[in-house]
């Protein structure tokens, strides 16, 4: 079955200008053409544009989506972890912000409306759950036992110092390797 661009681009939420863009700079050209000389995309297009939509979402510009589906061996895992180090990046630059704004609005009561939260409200928040001293260490055991990188995103997200979050690191890395 095959579908006008006007069809497509409404089933993907694009408009037609961006399909004939595609198709002149042969990101996904139709695969055929009515009678009357209309494009027409097949099921195998349309597929091809949903994975043009899904690399967009993720950020991707239009010449790394071509060459991820021209096949390119191996440069699709690199192209997309990439792009995740770019955003674990602006997260960290975009937290930042928010610490700054909520600091030179002088009200930490800001902090909790910008939906971030700090070493001190953690730590509140994990006595409240019952946890001592020793299980909040051995939270920081586990955490950065299954995922080292994920833990130093989280340690950066309460705002903790670099200094404060090496020593927790190597705290929580030493248990690990001694099996604690």
């Known amino acids: 079955m095959s579908e006008s661009i006007s069809r497509l681009g409404r089933r993907f939420g694009l408009s037609r200008s961006t ?12 695969s055929g053409r009515s009678s009357a000389g209309y494009r027409l995309y097949s099921a195998r297009d349309a597929k091809r544009l949903e994975a043009i939509c899904r690399y ?4 991707l510009g239009l010449e790394q989506i071509r060459e991820l589906l021209e096949g390119a ?8 972890e990439a792009r995740l180090d770019g955003l674990n990046l602006e997260i960290e630059r975009l937290r930042e912000q928010q610490r ?4 030179l609005l002088a009200n930490p009561k800001k902090l909790r409306a910008a ?3 700090d070493k001190e409200r953690w730590v509140a928040i994990l006595r409240a759950a019952g946890l001592d001293d020793a299980a909040m260490d051995r939270w920081h055991v586990e955490f950065e036992r299954m995922s080292p990188k994920a833990h130093q995103d989280f340690l950066e997200s309460l705002g903790l110092p670099k200094s404060e979050i090496a020593r927790i690191r190597r705290i929580a ?6 099996g604690r």
């Open 73 to 80: 061996t191996g440069r699709a895992a690199q192209l997309l």
């Open 115 to 117: 939906r971030a939260i």
């Open 56 to 59: 967009r979402e993720v950020g």
């Open 100 to 103: 700054i704004i909520v600091r």
């Open 173 to 178: 890395t030493r248990m690990v390797e001694s």
């Open 19 to 30: 399909l004939l863009y595609y198709d002149r700079i042969g990101l996904l050209s139709p």
